[in-house]
């Protein structure tokens, strides 16, 4: 399974903020956030490579990368020339994830989800154009499986993604103002058929993807809401192509388990109500 590493950068998951402000720039800042983009996604490259993709002299990116390695944001192929993610990075992240209100009020419920649907969970909140993956419990079987959390999958994509961009339209405008890639043949990545099928989404309160993200697998997901009762996340349980659609009772329980994170988030309602794309 192929997708990216969340990318540098902030998000709020108490609110809906989804686009890059205006901020001032700091030149040696920006470069080196530039090059952690680049080495997203478990991506090897030398300095060549980075200072082609930056379009700076590669003595400068020479010089970025030193002192990112020093504080260990970027390491250093054994033996070789060519650099990658860091490990501070992970350990960053993991104290971002434990700061977050809204993945520590879910764990025991997505648990439980899991439990009662032997399928994988994740919970997925807006992080610019696509949904990161802020905690994912593995079906609970003996198979082999790849630990999900951190990683940010496109929001069109996604029916994390699609529950997000039904519910917030200031988001939506973030997704869809830029081009939608394919990732499958089974892709929608026409923004008028997307658009089309928003409203229904609401209405259901949930949303699901067939094949779209990763050939073979498909999920289901539902919004989760806050104490403004805005949505600030969704939960999903994903499943094999070949077991979809899924039974009424893993909808029903998916259903439930976004209601009772919705509660203790302090929601008075569910669904959420639709944001404006201006709140």
Same mark, same amino acid.
């Given at each position: 399974?192929?997708?990216?590493? #969340?990318?540098?950068? @902030?998000?709020?998951?108490?609110?809906?903020?989804?686009?890059?402000?205006?901020?001032?720039?700091?030149?040696?800042?920006?470069?080196?956030?530039?090059? +952690?983009? %680049?080495?997203?996604?478990?991506?090897? +490259?030398?300095?060549?490579? %980075?200072?082609?993709?930056?379009?700076?002299?590669?003595?400068?990116?020479?010089?970025? *990368?030193?002192?990112?390695?020093?504080?260990?944001?970027?390491?250093?192929?054994?033996?070789?020339?060519?650099?990658?993610?860091?490990?501070?990075?992970?350990?960053?992240?993991? *104290?971002?994830?434990?700061?977050?209100?809204?993945?520590?009020?879910?764990?025991?419920?997505?648990?439980?989800?899991?439990?009662?649907?032997?399928?994988?969970?994740?919970?997925?909140?807006?992080?610019?154009? =696509?949904?990161?993956?802020?905690?994912?419990? %593995?079906?609970?079987? =003996?198979?082999?499986?790849?630990?999900?959390?951190? #990683?940010?999958?496109?929001?069109?994509?996604?029916?994390?993604?699609?529950? +997000?961009?039904?519910?917030?339209?200031?988001?939506?405008? @973030?997704?869809?103002?830029?081009?939608?890639?394919?990732?499958?043949?089974?892709?929608?990545?026409? #923004?008028?058929?997307?658009?089309?099928?928003?409203?229904?989404?609401?209405?259901?309160?949930?949303?699901?993807?067939?094949?779209?993200?990763? %050939?073979?697998?498909?999920?289901?997901?539902?919004?989760?809401? =806050?104490?403004?009762?805005?949505?600030? /996340?969704? *939960?999903?349980?994903?499943?094999?192509?070949?077991?979809? &659609?899924?039974? =009424?009772?893993? +909808?029903?329980?998916?259903?439930?388990?976004?209601?009772?994170?919705?509660?203790?988030?302090?929601?008075?309602?569910?669904? &959420?109500?639709? /944001?404006?794309?201006?709140?």
């Amino acid at each position: 399974m192929s997708r990216s590493i #969340v990318k540098p950068g @902030s998000i709020d998951t108490g609110s809906t903020t989804h686009r890059k402000e205006a901020l001032p720039v700091i030149q040696a800042i920006d470069r080196a956030a530039k090059i +952690l983009e %680049l080495l997203q996604g478990a991506r090897h +490259l030398g300095i060549t490579d %980075l200072s082609a993709a930056l379009g700076l002299p590669p003595s400068t990116v020479h010089g970025i *990368v030193k002192s990112l390695r020093a504080h260990g944001l970027v390491a250093k192929e054994r033996g070789g020339q060519r650099y990658m993610l860091g490990p501070t990075l992970l350990r960053l992240s993991n *104290v971002y994830l434990d700061t977050l209100d809204v993945r520590a009020r879910a764990m025991r419920w997505t648990q439980e989800l899991a439990r009662r649907t032997d399928l994988s969970v994740r919970l997925g909140a807006p992080h610019f154009t =696509d949904v990161l993956v802020i905690h994912h419990n %593995l079906r609970p079987d =003996d198979s082999q499986q790849m630990l999900e959390t951190g #990683v940010a999958i496109p929001a069109h994509a996604s029916a994390m993604g699609k529950v +997000l961009l039904a519910y917030d339209l200031g988001f939506q405008q @973030s997704v869809f103002e830029q081009p939608l890639r394919s990732l499958t043949g089974d892709t929608v990545t026409d #923004v008028a058929r997307l658009t089309l099928e928003l409203p229904s989404i609401a209405e259901r309160g949930m949303a699901g993807e067939f094949d779209e993200a990763v %050939l073979g697998e498909s999920s289901i997901a539902a919004p989760v809401a =806050d104490a403004s009762n805005d949505i600030v /996340a969704a *939960v999903a349980v994903v499943l094999p192509t070949s077991q979809a &659609p899924a039974s =009424d009772a893993i +909808l029903n329980a998916l259903r439930e388990t976004a209601r009772n994170i919705s509660r203790e988030l302090g929601a008075t309602a569910w669904p &959420p109500r639709i /944001a404006p794309a201006d709140d």
